[in-house]
């Protein structure tokens, strides 16, 4: 089956200290994997896709095809960083439709 | 360009009842998803729309429908509201020829409450 697991609903990390958002995935083919991200009332949008291997607002993502796990991180964390995070999947040679996780929220302490 | 728009943004309805739903892609985008949101859940896919036709559909009844529009707008249309369908209701748009290289972007969704 298709799944997206995001084991933490809330994480909690003092600005500053390096932050980790784990995502574990669940599929047979080769799909794409992409982290969203929704600010405190924003639209939901596209942080990173691992595809393009870029580090976005100092955030990165590796495909860890063996593990099939593609955790977010970030060295150092900022209080603008707080917001909901959102792991997906997406098969482009299937189909088109997005499998998200069911999100973890991140609180930076001041 | 003011990226998707959704309306209405909220919306109270009674069991039964049924309700459309609207969504304007983004400026030159082609395709439009749909995504139901309930507390606490990631967004889960509904159907998608190209080319004014349903291409795929999620894990729905039948009781949810759609229709997109020459001008590439789109509808989302759900019969015989449950208690259940309580969602906010997302829409996202994206550019078929380019979809491996540009994203989906989403609107700010719906919020559909069945009394």
């Known amino acids: 089956a298709q799944r997206v697991t995001q084991p933490e609903k809330l994480l909690s990390v003092f600005k500053g200290a390096p932050v980790e958002l784990k995502c574990n995935y669940s599929y047979s083919g080769s799909p794409e994997l992409f982290w969203y991200v929704q600010y405190s009332r924003q639209r939901l949008q596209l942080l990173l896709r691992h595809i393009s291997r870029e580090s976005i607002k100092g955030f990165t993502a590796d495909l860890n095809k063996g593990e099939t796990s593609f955790h977010l991180k970030k060295p150092f964390a900022q209080e603008e960083d707080s917001a909901m995070y959102y792991c997906a999947l997406s098969d482009w040679n299937r189909d088109d439709k997005i499998i998200f996780g069911k999100g973890t929220r991140l609180h930076i302490l001041p | 360009d003011a990226g998707v728009t959704q309306s209405p943004t909220h919306l109270i309805k009674t069991r039964g009842q049924q309700v459309t739903l609207r969504c304007s892609p983004k400026?030159?985008?082609?395709?439009v998803s749909w995504y139901q949101q309930a507390l606490g859940q990631g967004p889960q896919f509904i159907f998608q729309y190209y080319e004014e036709e349903e291409r795929q559909r999620g894990n729905f009844p039948d009781r949810f429908s759609g229709h997109q529009f020459p001008n590439y707008s789109s509808e989302l249309n759900v019969n015989a509201l449950l208690l259940g369908d309580s969602a906010l209701y997302l829409c996202a748009s994206s550019l078929e020829l380019r979809k491996l290289e540009t994203e989906a972007f989403f609107g700010q969704g719906t919020r559909l409450t069945v009394v």
């Open positions: 400026s030159g985008h082609d395709t």
